[in-house]
Nanobody, 121 residues
Framework: QVQLVESGGGLVQAGGSLRLSCVAS????????KGWFRQAPGKEREFVAA????????YYADSVKGRFTISRDNAKNTVYLQMNSLKPEDTAVYYC??????????????WGQGTQVTVSS
């Protein structure tokens, strides 16, 4: 089993920055593909970013390209989401996800509980 715990969410003004962290527990979880998703009130959960286990391949949703950066530190079993130039429409609960295979960047076996990000205008 893999457990994921997100942190770093909060309230920020538009144009500001936040860095989300997600720590994974589990013997082999450092070799899993990792992703970030978000869900705004009344909307479906959507893909934000993903990274393969070596950190050499990254994917981003068009809505966050150029503003968000996903990275990982396998020694710390942690994946990060650096969010810059935040907009009110980035307000959502952000979820970390992990998958042992990484064959589909939209499908993950393990999910965290989420961290709230609120961007005020």
């Amino acid at each position: 089993q893999v457990q994921l715990v997100e942190s770093g969410g909060g309230l920020v003004q538009a144009g500001g920055s936040l860095r989300l962290s997600c720590v994974a527990s589990g013997r082999t979880s450092s070799s899993y593909a990792k992703g970030w998703f978000r869900q705004a009130p009344g909307k479906e959960r959507e893909f934000v970013a993903a990274i393969n286990w070596t950190g050499t391949v990254r994917y981003y949703a068009d809505s966050v390209k150029g503003r968000f950066t996903i990275s990982r530190d396998n020694a710390k079993n942690t994946v990060y989401l650096q969010m810059n130039s935040l907009k009110p429409e980035d307000t959502a609960v952000y979820y970390c996800a992990a998958d042992p295979y990484g064959s589909n960047w939209l499908k993950y076996d393990y999910w965290g509980q989420g961290t709230q990000v609120t961007v005020s205008s």
